[in-house]
């Protein structure tokens, strides 16, 4: 569960979001607000990569100002370009860094590689250069290098935005089969059709929270009639 | 450089980076004590069949050449003129061969196992405040985004052009350079959030 509870965030002197108190229990979580909202704000103060200026943000009880690095481990986090997100040049080595850092031996690496790359389909790309990739390849393989580790939720902050309809359809299908509880930011509407709750977002306030079909209408009469 | 690799599975590729790298060590050396024209003759006959052996075609060791033909020729017909064509042909044997066995090097092994060799041998830096870790992702990031630098200067290139701005080079760069910003921002959050921890 993430808890969220009276947070102020602020950039300078602009005030992004403003007594936010949220609490995340779904398994299909949807975010949803037009360019500049706070969407990318909120949803990166999950993992503790922004601190609030007030309040607190609990993950499963950690508060992620005293322990951010405990707070990653149990939130991954797929940023919108995956060019930004893939840090190595090889694909398994890619794979890799995560793993890496968590400290497990080569062996425990290669095991869970091994997994990962069949699951995604991108066994045959192991060896090759990241960059070579299509654009929905990339965005597999930063979900794949999210999920080797194992989080207990996932974040995206509008994993689909640069990919066409058929990847769209393919990063898709790989969030419906996720065990984990996903948080997902999106202007996808068509992604959030059987979720269990969206979240609509204006100007860093709460626009609607709701089942998606009631939320989406809430959000989709605000913004024609704005 | 950051495609060269060739995935395979023979000797070569299987051989420690750091034992390799030892190898072209001692063997570049060991070629400037060679002065007789049939041994290093010998010794380009050697290598080329390790390309063989490596799995890798003539033309890929050609490939390793090809650049610098035109100089090996300038130093041959310069040598030849000055000295003789006997040491002509052996200084460009010698190029020949160190750039042949660098080739090899790098078609065979992994940047990663490159890179580890690297981290691990440079430890004894530690002192002096050089962390091998920090060196080591300095370098897998730098050939990460090489191609994605490139293509953002080309996607700029041409959105200067189709708004009729022909080559011009601060107004390629200021664009280029605020992008490469921002995008440096995402990737140190993505480091972040993949459980970067230098130590
Ligand atoms: N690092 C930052 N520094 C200053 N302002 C920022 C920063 N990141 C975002 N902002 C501002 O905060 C507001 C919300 O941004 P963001 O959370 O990215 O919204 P969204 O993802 O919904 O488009 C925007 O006005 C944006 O300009
Ligand atoms: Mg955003």
Redesign the interface.
């Known amino acids: 569960m993430i808890d969220i509870t009276d947070v102020d965030l602020k950039y300078g002197d602009r005030t992004i979001l403003k007594n936010l108190s949220l609490r995340l229990t779904e398994k299909r979580i949807g975010i949803v607000g037009s360019n500049g909202s706070g969407k990318s704000s909120f949803a990166?103060l999950l993992?503790g990569?922004v601190l609030p200026d007030q309040g607190q943000v609990l993950v499963d009880g950690i508060d992620t100002a005293k322990n951010a690095?405990a707070v990653?481990?149990k939130v991954?986090?797929v940023?919108q370009?995956p060019?930004?997100?893939?840090?190595?040049?090889?694909v398994e080595?890619d794979l890799?860094?995560?793993l890496k850092?968590?400290g497990l031996s080569k062996a425990e690496q290669a095991v869970k590689i091994d997994a990962i790359l069949k699951h995604y389909d991108l066994d045959e790309h192991r060896?090759h250069?990241?960059?070579?990739l299509s654009g929905g390849q990339k965005q597999l393989l930063a979900i794949a290098?999210?999920l080797v580790?194992q989080p207990s939720y996932v974040v995206m902050d509008e994993p689909t935005t640069l990919l066409d309809l058929r990847n769209t359809m393919r990063i898709s299908r790989a969030i419906d089969a996720l065990e984990q509880p996903v948080i997902i930011v999106t202007h996808d509407l068509d992604l959030l059709s059987d979720f269990d709750r969206v979240i609509a977002f204006d100007q860093g306030r709460i626009l609607a929270d709701d089942t998606p079909s009631a939320a989406l209408k809430t959000y989709i009469t605000a913004m024609t009639h704005a | 450089m950051?495609?060269l690799?060739r995935?395979g599975n023979s000797l070569f590729h299987r051989m420690h980076a750091g034992h390799k790298v030892l190898c072209l060590v001692f063997a570049g050396s060991t070629i400037f004590l060679v002065s007789n024209l049939i041994t290093l003759i010998a010794a380009l006959v050697m290598i080329t069949f390790c390309y063989r052996l490596a799995g890798l075609s003539l033309s890929d060791a050609y490939q390793q050449l090809r650049p610098v033909v035109v100089v090996l020729l300038l130093i041959l017909i310069v040598q030849g003129l000055i000295h003789s064509w006997t040491l002509g042909f052996t200084v460009i044997a010698r190029f020949a061969f160190l750039l042949l066995a660098a080739g090899l090097l790098t078609l065979t092994t992994?940047?990663?196992d490159m890179i580890t060799t690297i981290e691990s041998n440079l430890h004894w830096l530690r002192p002096i405040g050089v962390n091998p870790g920090k060196v080591s992702l300095a370098i897998?990031?730098t050939?990460?985004f090489i191609?994605?630098m490139r293509?953002v200067t080309t996607e700029v290139r041409e959105a200067q052009k189709v708004r009729g701005l022909e080559r011009n080079l601060p107004a390629l760069a200021i664009p280029v350079i605020t992008r490469m910003l921002k995008?440096s921002d995402?990737?140190s959050?993505?480091?972040?959030?993949?459980?970067?921890?230098p130590h």
């Open positions: 990166r993992n990569l690095k990653r481990r991954g986090f940023f370009n060019d930004n997100q893939i840090v190595m040049p090889i080595e890799a860094f995560g850092n968590r060896n250069p990241a960059h070579l290098g999210v580790m | 950051h495609d690799y995935p992994r940047v990663s897998s990031l050939l990460r191609p994605v293509r995008m995402d990737i959050d993505a480091l972040d959030a993949r459980g970067y921890d």
